[in-house]
């Protein structure tokens, strides 16, 4: 391996012909690997957005739903996993403030410090390369994660080190370790701080799903994904765990570590892995794990198993891309999306639909029709997306190529949530926020709160597999009904009360199902509602109020260290 001077590279995550620096103090250096500064809520300086929050629901999924939207928070998954599979002194600082991170790398000396961000935190990153320069000017710098797919990134941020792609065997290498040993997946708690109705539910170990990474990327390589092709794009992926056996072992340990039975399982495409999700199941039913999946799959991907498949895996949760059955992408082939995300809702599978706005071939006079088709799916939840093009993707390029990027679109603001960076055949940048807006607004007017949805479907699927043949079944549905009945029948009687002034149409059906409930709940949980319900209620109205006075929700800064000695 070559070492070369310091002056700035982009490297590549794989390849030996390319020319490599690796650090001198090999895995004695000390490491430092950081998420970009909030708050992240707001408009600021450095590319915060109010419309952009740290937070996956609230900000791209259930942001029209007021006190009804879920709020969440997640760790940065890449950087904990870098942390896990290298041996030097390592802190994992995330979601810091500015001066958390610029206490952190005053206070102690480190070799290395480490950047994570994406695309729309570039002013972020620009801050703390200038923060450590001044701080600590012996470290050295590395970017890495999906900000390092701008066109020119070298001359915009000073950085020592800009990492393309996968992470893990980039920083082993760096570090002098070997990068074929393999992958340790660190113990994750998939979502933090959660709250809904305007209550901040419980954390309990063992409560949340663990988060299980079994790769990066996917193969499908559809034009405009940001991370098929940050990983190498079509037919490319990189697999942390091959085997259906790797995934099981990794599953097992998780559940002994976090006491969990649920996982979120987060690889663009777990279900393309046809052969890997078999092996996983024939070990599950060997082992009778009663597990509870939540994965993100494409139309086409699912087709290839049976529901019942799907039910014993334990999928219970699944993020599929609907798009629009005129745009031509392959992961839709075959598929009648609306039948199938239906067959999916009557097996107890909560579906998170996913449409994006603004496709090429939307026009004003053709757009409501397609959110229309969109919105009748009917999903557990929808995710609204501008069609985007972000550097890095096949689009990116073709529209570049084209002349039609608009240039002066700051990073901050592109994202898919708020106006076109791009010049539409059809649809001006103000009209694109007016259509992703209503889409919002449209789903949530005919379908209620997600919530109401999700219990919907978990009570679906409880009578109809409440007497399963297969125990593991059974006992995962009976597991859900027993710990959620109560809770869900008190959140539908706050709802029918809330939406009693708002749409009585919706009202009425949640009230139908409160019932349903109710008739299928045991005693505490038929008692539970007219406690919890008024509770809930009033919860719900002071959290209305709390938004409309401009409230929003920030991340916990976590520091976790590892292999540590004070220096
Ligand atoms: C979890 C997640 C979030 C969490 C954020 C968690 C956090 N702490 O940052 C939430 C839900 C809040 C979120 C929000 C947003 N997200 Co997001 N998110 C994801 C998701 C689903 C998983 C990320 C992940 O952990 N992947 C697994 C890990 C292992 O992969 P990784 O992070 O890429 O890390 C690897 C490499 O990139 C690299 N690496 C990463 N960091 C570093 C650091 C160093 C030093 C090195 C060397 C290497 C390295 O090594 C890692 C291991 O291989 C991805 C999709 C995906 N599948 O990755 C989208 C994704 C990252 N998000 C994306 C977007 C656009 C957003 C939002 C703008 C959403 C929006 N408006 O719709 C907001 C931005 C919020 C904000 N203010 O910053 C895009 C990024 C696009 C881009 N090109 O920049 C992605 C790729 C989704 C997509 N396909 O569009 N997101
Ligand atoms: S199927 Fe989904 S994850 Fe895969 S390339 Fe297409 S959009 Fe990306």
């Not at 001044?134 to 800009?162: C, N, Y």
């Not at 139309?299 to 219970?316: D, F, H, P």
């Not at 005693?523 to 539970?528: H, N, P």
Request: charged share 25%; proline share 4%.
């Amino acid at each position: 391996m070559e070492i070369q001077s310091s002056s700035v590279h982009a490297s590549q995550s794989s390849g030996s012909s390319i020319t490599f620096e690796k650090h001198p103090k090999g895995t004695q250096a000390r490491v430092l690997l950081s998420s970009v500064f909030g708050p992240y809520a707001q408009d600021d300086e450095f590319g915060s957005r109010s419309i952009n929050p740290m937070e996956l629901y609230h900000n791209q999924v259930t942001r029209a739903q007021g006190s009804f939207s879920l709020r969440m928070f997640h760790r940065s998954w890449g950087i904990m996993m870098i942390q896990a599979n290298i041996s030097a002194p390592c802190t994992v600082l995330d979601f810091p403030t500015r001066d958390d991170f610029a206490r952190e790398i005053t206070r102690n000396h480190y070799d290395v410090i480490g950047l994570s961000s994406i695309i729309v935190n570039l002013g972020k990153v620009r801050e703390m390369c200038r923060m450590i320069r001044r701080l600590s000017p012996a470290s050295t710098i590395v970017i890495g994660g999906h900000i390092a797919a701008i066109p020119g990134i070298e001359a915009m941020i000073e950085a020592d080190h800009i990492v393309k792609g996968e992470g893990i065997a980039w920083m082993r290498r760096y570090l002098g370790e070997d990068e074929g040993t393999p992958i340790r997946h660190p113990a994750i708690v998939s979502g933090m701080r959660t709250r809904i109705m305007g209550i901040r539910l419980p954390e309990r170990k063992g409560a949340t799903a663990a988060t299980i990474i079994p790769s990066v990327g996917c193969p499908m390589g559809c034009n405009f994904c940001t991370t098929s092709a940050f990983f190498g794009g079509k037919g490319k992926f990189v697999n942390f765990f091959e085997t259906g056996d790797e995934l099981f072992a990794v599953m097992s340990q998780m559940e002994d570590e976090l006491k969990v039975n649920s996982f979120f399982i987060m690889d663009e495409n777990f279900l393309l892995h046809r052969e890997r999700a078999m092996r996983l199941l024939e070990l599950m039913k060997q082992g009778h794990k009663s597990w509870t999946m939540s994965v993100f799959a494409s139309a086409n991907a699912i087709r290839k198993y049976t529901m019942q498949e799907l039910v014993e895996l334990g999928v219970s949760w699944l993020w599929m891309g609907l798009e629009s059955p005129r745009a031509g992408y392959s992961k839709l082939q075959g598929s009648d999306t609306r039948d199938l995300t239906r067959e999916l809702r009557e097996h107890g599978i909560r579906v998170q639909g996913s449409s994006i706005i603004g496709l090429e071939h939307h026009t004003p006079d053709n757009i409501v029709a397609e959110i229309e088709h969109a919105v009748s799916h009917d999903t557990d939840f929808h995710q609204f997306m501008l069609y985007t093009p972000v550097p890095g993707t096949p689009l990116y390029q073709q529209i570049s190529q084209e002349g039609r990027l608009l240039n002066n679109v700051d990073y901050a603001d592109v994202h898919g949530q708020f106006k076109f960076n791009f010049k539409h055949a059809a649809i001006s940048r103000d009209d694109s926020k007016r259509f992703l807006d209503w889409a919002f607004w449209r789903d949530f007017q005919l379908n209620g709160p997600s919530l109401y949805r999700i219990s919907r479907t978990l009570l679906a699927g409880w009578k109809r597999y409440k007497d399963s043949p297969d125990p593991r079944v059974r006992e995962r549905f009976a597991r859900e009904m027993h710990r959620l009945s109560g809770i869900y029948g008190s959140a539908l009687w706050a709802m029918e009360r809330q939406f009693r002034k708002v749409d009585l149409r919706v009202s009425n059906q949640i009230r139908e199902l409160r019932q349903e409930f109710k008739q299928e709940s045991g005693w505490l949980s038929r008692w539970l509602p007219s406690v919890l319900g008024p509770i809930l209620l009033w919860t719900t109205r002071r959290e209305e109020k709390r938004l409309a006075r401009g409230k929003t929700y920030e991340p916990p800064t976590i520091l976790e260290r590892t292999n540590w000695v004070e220096a």
